[in-house]
């Protein structure tokens, strides 16, 4: 369940970043901020992509040292989700949206419980 959870987060994360790098005025439907062409505008872009695509990263990262029985693996896993808790609280409380504090939290939570689970698992075998 870790495996497929991992591997949700690494394939949304993607998917973000591209579709930020590929499609910059989506994120005005998204974060309901107007994006007009421009320096700042790609900059921005450019660094909220290459922070999702990190997050790719971490979580495939992660995937291939579970597959390995390495402890680090799990870890790794339970602070991405420590990080989906805590973006997920900062959005309602800067932002007010409810929605991400929904998903995020709820991510982040999940990852966080069954990351424990594959910890105890990977110990104890």
Do not use: C
Request: charged letters at 5%.
């Amino acid at each position: 369940m870790f495996y497929g959870l991992m591997g949700f987060h690494a394939l949304y994360q993607f998917s973000f970043g591209a579709m930020a790098l590929l499609h910059p005025q989506s994120l005005q439907a998204s974060f309901s901020f107007d994006v007009k062409a421009g320096p700042e505008t790609f900059l921005l872009v450019g660094i909220l992509a290459f922070g999702q695509f990190f997050l790719a990263a971490i979580a495939i990262l992660s995937i291939i040292w579970i597959s390995k029985n390495k402890t680090a693996g799990a870890i790794l896993g339970i602070f991405l989700g420590f990080y989906f808790l805590l973006l997920g609280i900062a959005g309602l409380l800067l932002v007010g949206n409810q929605m991400v504090l929904l998903i995020d939290v709820g991510r982040g939570l999940f990852t966080i419980i069954s990351g424990f689970v594959v910890l105890k698992n990977i110990k104890s075998a």
